[in-house]
């Protein structure tokens, strides 16, 4: 909640010259997606923003090459809300690149009303978890080529929220919704999704993907479109940080050397890059294979196509 008292252990200033890297980052035409993508460009990282309105990319786009100079940096629509679209963004990446070296998982939604994804999936679940989930082991055999991949899942202190269990199998009911539980679960997702991906990763022998987690602080930005007015207000005026600052923390798992140098995976951090312990069901045994097999059986379920996790 006071992240502006946290130290700093990264600034924009400590992110290496990215020339030759290629990052996707979901989400980007907003918020902390946003600063991410002008920081990377800054430092002449190719960057693709994966966003859904194309009009309002678009024009980010333009304005991250006109105020930084790096022209690398463009934007394939995806929409989190349906898995065809997931599949479609990756067609359109490999089309246009062969190499992927960053992947920031950082698209959200934050307490809407109830609603369901075009494949009938509860919203939060399905654009903070399982359109990641797909999306990352779709790009995994891509980012494999690289000698240093990135992963990086944006969670949320808000995982801490108390709930008992996961509860998969109604997570879509609507007689079951409740937006703040079904918020700290999805955050809760992201980090067994991390935890177990990285686990995966490690009985495979693959060295070169590191996948972590994060908190980015309470951040002002457009997440509190659901929450009422008075609510954000005091918020905002209190204890919320700037989108600058609560980049840093993905920023850091991202693009620090510190990352491959101390062999950091499957890891979760807080503002502003320090590593720290998730809580409640993200912390688990169990949970995180639990997570996983109801992932890839319900996308089976949902994408005719889907041939199951390369891992
Ligand atoms: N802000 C905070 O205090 C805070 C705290 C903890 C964690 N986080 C996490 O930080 C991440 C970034 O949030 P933010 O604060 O920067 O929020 P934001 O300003 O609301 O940005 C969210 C981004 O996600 C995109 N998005 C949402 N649904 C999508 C969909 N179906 N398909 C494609 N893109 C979609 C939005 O695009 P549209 O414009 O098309 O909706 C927007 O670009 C989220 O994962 C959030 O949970 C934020």
Redesign the pocket.
Known sequence: MFDIFASRKYSFEQIPDLTGKIAII????????KVCAFEMAKKNCTVILA???KE?SEAVVEQIKSETGNQNVDFIQ????KLASIKAFVDAFLSRYQQLDILIN?????MPPFGLSEDGIEQQFA??HVAHHLLTLLLLPTLQQSSDARIVN?????HRIPFRRLDLHSISDPKKYNRIVHYAKS?ACNILFTRELARRLEAQGIQNVFVNTN?????S???Y?YTPSFATYILRSLV?IT?ED?ALTQLYLATSPEIKEKQIRGQFYVPYGVPSQPGGVAASADAPLELWEFTEALIKEKVASYEGAPI
């Open positions: 979901t989400g980007s035409n907003t918020g902390i997606g966003c859904r309105n309002k995806i929409n989190l809300l950082n698209a959200g939604v934050m654009t903070n944006v969670s949320s202190m808000g955050k908190h980015p602080g309470a951040v930005t457009e997440l479109r919320l989108p609560g």
